[in-house]
């Protein structure tokens, strides 16, 4: 009980430094305690959701299917069910320069067991007969809509007002994306919705036949038993791709954040608790030396050695507790801003939030672990001594020259103190080792916030700025002769230049792997379109052949030279095609290839189903508007305005970068804080000396601060190295289907970081200076060592 | 009298580089329940390594030591923690107080070790320290802190005192203070006390003076009449 008072007042007396390793601790734990909790209520929604809303287990997208032949599809052992409906993306016709789309969908409303169904989360049934439309739930809020407002939906040139009759969610759009370009959704421009099936045959023209197939299987059969089997069944329909759940892309998304968030549940806590450790460590590895001679009482009072290590661990023991608890607690609590802000990206009827203390339990063990291991390590070797050995000071450290007092030009340029610090330094290797560490991951973390900018743009504005040269993307809604799309475009005024591009989507197979993507056919004169290579150069496409991008490429484990087996819609059997080079990019995966090598490969030719337009800026509205009430057109992208869109969305999440940066100052400062502390306390009848000497409180600061300089600009140093590596470890950790991070610094990343750096040794001064100004000479020298 | 102490051709060396130093060498005694023994000696005579042998916080390199029946010298670890924590009360030169607890805390912490403990506030007001009970250390003079080491080391209830310069680090009439406490402490428990010293002068309260220079005891010399504290000077 004594013992415990010693213990709190011991860490009273050095609230600051045992404070800073709390926090540490606690960041640790609050992130894994809120990345926890929001796992569990993703995965329980998404699993409630796709139970009790029928999710398919594969999907597929064929060119027309009569409706009477879907049946067939059940015949294959292993099926379930399936259903087939209509789907389209329809303009919405809106005021302003926005373009606004709809994934319209097919709602059966006889069919009592439907695939995929549909949350209405407020609003009324929809009928036969009448114009009504349920819309997604993100759209409806977004664009300020109330149930029986009405809505313009532009079809094939023809406007249909509808009424709103209800919004709603599907577990097939968890997270509603148009294509595989946009990685973030755009609730407010794109969203789902539904129309009754007699409304929607009607709507587009198509009665009686289906252009999306779903899915599910019996219990016990997977994908790959049955996907040969739906394959040739479909093929007569116009295959386009046929995916299963695990890959289906809202799906995939979904998975994706999941991955994430498990991974980030899973290392940051420990990379917080590593350096919270290790200053414990050092902490007790210090007051252990400086209270040698009470250790030596305690033991010839008759301690024995398990009380008087276990009277040590109580410090650990304590900081392990409260850092865990206030860090399972924040984390709680963080769990449901986090919670929140993943209900902007995905739509879940509804994401409770587990709010349970679980993690804050298991967090606190895992933290006290740490701590009573770092404790027990930095106690164990005083605790060795006699209480005799204990009580007698300890021998002074042996002083010998450094290699640095070697290089004579650098040594007579130091002053005494600069001396003083640079033996010092020598002396206490383990101390300053500890600091450059510290300092090197407080550095490089900062590199890595500030390189959010840049990595952003290059992500993504490098993809506009370079890559898409066009200033409108005009998607036709199949093929069409590439003359026919020329004269169409050419014809509107302001289009001063049109190059047209074939979009195969195709199904690409080596070995086991098999992906779904497309292969852009471009001509070898493009010029609105760019496919760089790594050195930022044009890539020649002139050569007959098959080039993917760098994540497609290590997904299905492809290098040059290898032959891919290409399924195509196009085409009714098989083609090859040789991979002959590979293009690193960051958003999306695909292929590219030759035009005249496409068109040789397919047997089409001529023929267009995209086209990039060149127009002058004032008439672009009135281009686009032209273009909407164009029969072949499918959708219309306008540059700017996808570049407006993520420039605003991304701009919202740059906190992320200035919380990263928070972190590495707190973490800096913590380490820095503690490191001069424990000097000083080492020092302390060393300093007083020197003041006694006459020296003034400055001039013994000179002598601490210009070792944590040298310590500082070594771990910049250091850091420049180790904040590259990092950032390619990020880079290579989140490659996905959808998008891949570069590891770009950003350019004045490591200006910031080192005044960041170098602004949290200036504030660790600041308390060094106090500290030296309350030393008691008289007493500190009076005090037997 | 019975026997306390009983240290045979007991022998302490330390490896200091190449050279062995040989800081108590063959070194025989013994020491009776109730006796006032001060063991006399200049710097560097090995006294100081004879207080650790006999406050059992260091083993002897060679010889034999015995507490009571005990032998010391083959003691685990364990058993000369439990050696010192129920038999040995140790008063120091430069007090050795736990800076971050209080007076009363202080005599506490050894109170809560012992099987047969004194009430902690009555050994404190034995040294005339009860109303300075919640002070720390630093708010405490000299003489007043080694009151406190003295009421921890007496709390304890122990067979033996082992003052290492008590009296060291004080004025004289302080110290004079200090030694009262100590022999007031032999005659009222009939407890062995054996203090530690340079001062000649303090040789004269002992019942017996063990003299000591190079390691080894030169003479032990009886005090027929030994004198009262206040009856010395140094």
């Known amino acids: 009980m004594i013992l415990l008072r010693k213990m709190l007042r011991d860490m009273l007396e050095n609230k600051l430094a045992y404070l800073a390793c709390i926090i540490v601790m606690s960041m640790g734990l609050m992130t894994y305690s809120a990345m926890s909790i929001v796992m569990v209520n993703l995965n329980n929604a998404r699993d409630t959701f796709y139970e009790d809303y029928n999710i398919a287990d594969a999907f597929a997208n064929v060119q027309s299917m009569p409706l009477n032949r879907i049946d067939d599809l059940e015949g294959i052992p292993g099926i379930k069910s399936a259903r087939g409906i209509l789907k389209q993306d329809v303009r919405v016709d809106v005021d302003g320069d926005e373009n606004v789309y709809l994934r319209l969908n097919t709602y059966n409303i006889e069919d009592t067991s439907r695939i995929n169904d549909v949350?209405?989360?407020?609003?009324?049934?929809?009928?036969?007969?009448s114009l009504l439309i349920w819309i997604g739930d993100k759209f409806f809020d977004e664009n300020g809509l109330q149930i029986d407002d009405t809505i313009d939906l532009v079809v094939n040139g023809k406007v249909t007002t509808f009424t709103i009759a209800g919004r709603v969610l599907s577990p097939e759009y968890v997270y509603v994306t148009r294509n595989s370009y946009d990685f973030m959704p755009s609730p407010k421009t794109f969203d789902i919705a539904y129309v009754s099936k007699p409304v929607m045959e009607k709507l587009v023209g198509r009665s009686n036949e289906v252009n999306y197939i779903n899915l599910t299987f019996e219990d016990g059969t997977v994908y790959d038993d049955v996907k040969e089997q739906i394959k040739s069944n479909l093929k007569a329909y116009g295959l386009i791709s046929l995916t299963d759940l695990e890959h289906q892309s809202s799906n995939a998304f979904l998975k994706e954040e999941l991955k994430g968030l498990e991974s980030m549940a899973k290392s940051m806590p420990f990379l917080f608790l590593g350096i919270s450790s290790f200053i414990l460590y050092i902490m007790l590895k210090r007051l252990t030396e400086t209270q040698r001679g009470q250790i030596g009482i305690l033991k010839a009072l008759g301690y024995h050695n398990y009380e008087v290590q276990a009277h040590y661990l109580s410090y650990a023991l304590v900081i392990g507790i409260i850092g865990g608890i206030a860090g399972g607690i924040l984390g709680t609590q963080l769990s449901v801003f986090y919670?929140?802000?993943?209900?902007?990206?995905?739509?879940?009827?509804?994401?409770?939030?587990?709010?349970?203390?679980?993690f804050t339990f298991y967090g606190l063990m895992i933290s006290v672990a740490f701590s009573l291991f770092a404790g027990y390590q930095g106690t164990k070797k005083i605790l060795r001594l006699t209480p005799s050995m204990a009580m007698s000071p300890k021998a002074p450290k042996v002083a010998k020259r450094s290699v640095l007092e070697n290089i004579k030009p650098f040594w007579s340029s130091l002053t005494m103190q600069g001396k003083m610090a640079v033996r010092n330094l020598v002396r206490s290797k383990g101390r300053s080792i500890f600091t450059v560490l510290g300092l090197l991951f407080a550095f490089s973390i900062m590199v890595v916030a500030w390189s959010y900018d840049t990595l952003i743009d290059t992500m993504i504005f490098d993809q506009f700025d370079k890559v898409q040269l066009y200033d409108m993307k005009v998607t036709f809604k199949g093929l069409i002769p590439a003359k026919e799309a020329q004269s169409l475009l050419y014809d509107l005024d302001g289009v001063s230049y049109v190059e047209t591009i074939v979009e195969v989507p195709v199904q690409i197979k080596k070995g086991t792997y098999e992906k779904n993507t497309i292969i852009m056919g471009l001509s070898d004169d493009i010029e609105l379109y760019r496919v760089l290579d790594a050195d930022q150069r044009t890539v020649d496409l002139s050569e007959n052949g098959l080039y993917l991008s760098e994540n497609l490429a290590v997904q299905m484990d492809v290098g040059v030279g290898d032959i891919l087996r290409v399924e195509t819609p196009f085409v009714d059997d098989y083609i090859t095609m040789e991979v002959i080079g590979i293009i690193p990019q960051y958003i999306g995966s695909n292929g590219y290839a030759n035009m005249q090598y496409l068109e040789a490969k397919t047997g089409y030719e001529n023929v267009a189903t995209t086209a990039y337009l060149k127009v002058s800026p004032e008439k672009s509205d009135a281009i686009r508007h032209e273009l909407e009430d164009a029969e072949n057109v499918g959708t219309i992208e306008v540059e700017a305005q996808t570049l407006k869109k993520y420039r605003d969305l991304l701009d919202s999440y740059g906190y992320m970068s200035y919380i990263m940066a928070m972190i590495s100052i707190v973490v800096g400062f913590a380490i820095v804080y503690n490191s001069s502390v424990i000097s000083l306390s080492e020092r302390q009848r060393e300093l007083a000396s020197l003041r006694v000497l006459g020296m003034s409180v400055d001039e013994v600061l000179q002598i601490v601060s210009f070792e944590q300089w040298i310590l500082g600009f070594v771990a910049m140093i250091l850091g420049i190295p180790t904040a590259i590596l990092m950032m390619q470890g990020m880079s290579s950790a989140y490659q996905t289907d959808i998008y891949a991070m570069p590891s770009s610094i950003g350019d004045f990343a490591f200006v910031l970081s080192v005044f960041g750096t170098a602004l949290f040794i200036w504030l660790s001064q600041l308390n060094v200076k106090r500290k030296i100004k309350r030393l008691d000479i008289v007493e500190v020298l009076k005090e037997r060592e | 009298m019975q026997t306390v102490l009983t240290a045979n051709k007991l022998s302490k060396h330390y490896q200091m580089g190449e050279i062995t130093v040989k800081a108590l060498n063959d070194v025989s005694f013994e020491i009776y329940e109730g006796e006032f023994v001060v063991v006399l000696g200049p710097s560097g005579s090995g006294k100081s390594t004879m207080l650790n042998m006999i406050g059992g916080m260091d083993k002897a390199s060679e010889g034999e030591i015995y507490y009571r029946n005990e032998p010391l010298h083959e003691a685990t670890e364990r058993r000369l923690t439990w050696y010192r924590r129920n038999a040995i009360g140790f008063v120091f030169q430069f007090y050795n107080l736990i800076p971050n607890l209080n007076t009363l805390e202080n005599v506490m912490l050894s109170t809560e070790l012992s099987d047969h403990p004194l009430d902690a506030k009555t050994v404190l007001d034995?040294?005339?320290?009860?109303?300075?009970?919640?002070?720390?250390?630093?708010?405490l003079s000299g003489g007043q802190q080694q009151r406190v080491a003295i009421a921890r080391a007496i709390?304890?209830?122990?067979?033996?005192l082992l003052c290492d310069e008590p009296t060291g680090a004080l004025d004289f009439t302080t110290g004079l203070s200090v030694l009262k406490l100590l022999k007031k402490f032999n005659k009222t428990y009939r407890k062995t006390v054996i203090i530690i010293t340079h001062n000649a002068g303090i040789g004269k309260i002992g019942d017996r003076v063990f003299y000591i220079k190079d390691g080894r005891i030169e003479r032990i010399q009886v005090n027929e009449k030994p004198l009262e504290p206040e009856e010395v000077s140094w």
Not at chain 2, 126 to 139: G, I, K, M, N
Not at chain 2, 155 to 160: F, L, S, T, V, Y
Request: aromatic share 18%.
């Open chain 1, 119 to 129: 949350y209405l989360s407020e609003g009324y049934n929809l009928d036969e007969n």
């Open chain 2, 126 to 139: 034995e040294v005339d320290l009860l109303d300075r009970a919640d002070h720390f250390p630093s708010q």
């Open chain 1, 339 to 358: 919670t929140e802000t993943y209900k902007e990206f995905f739509s879940f009827p509804d994401i409770e939030n587990a709010f349970t203390y679980k």
């Open chain 2, 155 to 160: 709390a304890k209830n122990p067979d033996i």
